[in-house]
């Protein structure tokens, strides 16, 4: 099969890309407008970005007619923001917060989800995740013309990590038992973990060639 871009159509796009780019993390975003409303909002256009600076990246596709989401417009104007990881303890929360909530309803406050204070924003985090990055905006760089995504870059300033998860300085990912985003209503737990060493180099193996 071979797919031109130009002949599709907007949602022939998108179905190649939710089911061809898989599994993907989720980053549930919690944010906070002017108003002081906290916002929940889960995405899986989310990926990490930089290590040094350490940098993590969310797109966050605009309403109809170009509106931003909450989320996106929460973040431009505060500066700040925490992704709460999603594993199978919480995914079912976590879709309830996928609703189209009014932007003057707080899935939050709407849910009864506990917070925990954050240690280096005002943006508190979601009790129910074990993972949690603190963000401060890093950059906003609009996709589209006219603008359709926000794609948010966020610099990490601090991370809590569940005292069960951390391990001689790695995440047990296993014992986290993430969840992540497939197409459709689909999503996956972590399934078989295999090794592939990185291979090293040599001469020998151009010579080969």
Not at 146 to 159: A, C, K, N, Q, Y
Not at 175 to 195: E, K, N
Request: charged residues 20%; glycine residues 6%.
């Amino acid at each position: 099969m071979e797919l031109t871009m130009a002949d599709l159509e907007r949602q022939e796009k998108y179905k190649l890309l939710i089911g061809g780019i898989i599994p993907r993390p989720i980053a549930w975003v919690t944010s906070m407008g002017g108003d002081g409303l906290l916002n929940a909002a889960p995405f899986s256009y989310f990926n990490v970005a930089s290590i040094e600076p350490m940098l993590i990246s969310v797109a966050v596709m605009r309403k109809p007619g170009g509106i931003s989401k909450d989320t996106a417009r929460n973040i431009r104007e505060t500066g700040e923001f925490v992704v709460n990881m999603v594993d199978v303890h919480n995914v079912d929360v976590m879709n309830q917060t996928s609703a189209d909530y009014p932007p003057d309803v707080s899935e939050v406050t709407a849910l009864g989800l506990a917070l925990q204070p954050s240690s280096t924003v005002k943006v508190p985090r979601l009790a129910v995740s074990r993972i949690h990055f603190e963000c401060k905006l890093h950059q906003i760089v609009e996709l589209g013309s006219p603008v359709t995504s926000d794609l948010i870059i966020g610099e990490v300033l601090h991370v809590h990590v569940d005292d069960a998860l951390y391990h001689q300085g790695r995440i047990d990912a296993e014992a986290f038992a993430p969840v992540s985003r497939l197409a459709g209503h689909s999503y996956a737990t972590l399934g078989d973990i295999f090794d592939r060493p990185r291979p090293v180099y040599t001469e020998s193996d151009s010579v080969r060639k």
